[in-house]
């Protein structure tokens, strides 16, 4: 599906290639080969340089299917291989499944175990019951919260989950699978490796709040925009090396207000609520599945903890913004930053992250 040029306007990082210019949206020069997708509820873009014309739209269209696949196989809601493991899940079975979709349940899992469970796809029941199960955000009031204490109560965790060779099963039929946090960074990965494996090896990719790079832009690299979470601009840019992603998390972009209260599609496990206090985490990584969890566990866990969350997850170069403003970064991520003009909106305060430790023993096959 390719979509108009007005509609890409939408997008959550936006990508700054046209003469090194910066702004929020992508503002580029002329590309090479450029198609546009709309999959996992966001604007999916890819752009190859540097290969044949044929070469590099043949393996973006190859990248396209792929991509729709994962979008139908691994949607919690909708006829897929996903929906299906999860009424086997709620009906005490196991269930034999794709051999990707098994590896990313895998991957899931382990990114699960080391953020201590502040990333978890199995709350796919809590994401139902906030209503962000669908493409398009929720209205009305909050839940009830006796509903919610009574799902949290049920303790759904990734780590219920055994996984042998392709068949799934859970000790907790609570569990539903919901993939939202992550699939976005981990597609990505994919179609990167299906990229660089037709020939092209100069390309980007871009979907909603994720970035994915292989090889340069020409002579430079390829330059992202982190967007500004309070108003239409840019809080500073970075540019990525061959092979790594950028995941932003957030509250500004699927959420509902109700009474004055904004309430994020970034529910934290333990409470069964939307994250508070943060507006925007963005995370810099060699792995996008990574990023994109990581960018979900530091959001939940808050301006006091996430240093001790990011260090058990192996990410080094964050980002934080919080609700009053403040703009808080790792070392790693404050040497990579590339101020707009006019500077920082806020003064960027570096925060240390411990020494890593050695991810929890939870694995089940």
């Known amino acids: 599906m390719t979509v108009p040029r007005q509609a890409l306007i939408a997008a959550a990082v936006a990508l700054c290639t046209a003469g090194g210019a910066i702004g929020a949206t992508l503002m580029r020069g002329p590309a090479e080969v450029r198609e546009t997708f709309y999959l996992f509820g966001t604007l999916v873009e890819i752009e190859a340089r ?31 291989e996903l929906e299906s493991l999860n009424a086997a899940l709620a009906a005490g079975e196991s269930r034999k499944v794709e051999a990707g979709l098994a590896a990313l349940l895998r991957e899931g899992r382990a990114l699960s175990c080391a953020s201590g469970g502040l990333f978890d796809p199995a709350i796919g029941r809590l994401i139902e019951a906030w209503g962000f199960h669908a493409d398009v955000p929720p209205d009305g009031a909050p839940p009830p919260a006796a509903a919610i204490a009574a799902l949290v109560a049920r303790h759904p965790r990734m780590t219920d989950l055994t996984i042998t060779g392709d068949e799934v099963r859970s000790d907790n039929p609570a569990v539903q699978l919901d993939l939202g946090a992550f699939a976005k960074g981990a597609a990505l990965d994919l179609a990167a490796e299906d990229l660089r494996a037709a020939g092209v090896q100069d390309a980007v990719l871009n979907a909603g709040g994720g970035v994915k790079v292989i090889g340069r832009h020409g002579a430079r690299p390829w330059r992202v925009a982190i967007r500004d979470p309070f108003q239409w601009g840019v809080v500073a840019a970075v540019s990525l090396r061959p092979g790594e992603a950028l995941h932003t998390s957030g509250n500004y972009e699927r959420y509902f207000d109700e009474g004055g209260v904004r309430f994020s599609h970034i529910i934290d496990p333990r409470s069964g609520r939307p994250m508070q206090g943060i507006v925007s985490v963005s995370v810099l990584d060699p792995s996008g599945a990574r990023a994109d969890a990581a960018a979900t566990a530091l959001a939940v866990a808050g301006p006091v903890e996430w240093p001790q969350v990011a260090a058990a997850m192996g990410v080094r170069a964050v980002l934080m913004i919080t609700d009053d403003g403040s703009i808080l970064a790792t070392q790693a991520m404050h040497e990579r930053l590339e101020p707009v003009p006019g500077g920082f909106p806020a003064p960027v305060r570096i925060v240390a992250l411990p020494e890593a430790t050695p991810p929890p023993a939870c694995s089940n096959g």
């Open 50 to 80: 540097g290969a044949p014309e044929r070469v590099a739209r043949e393996a973006i269209a190859r990248v396209g299917q792929r991509l729709q696949a994962a979008h139908k196989d691994w949607h919690a809601w909708r006829p897929g």
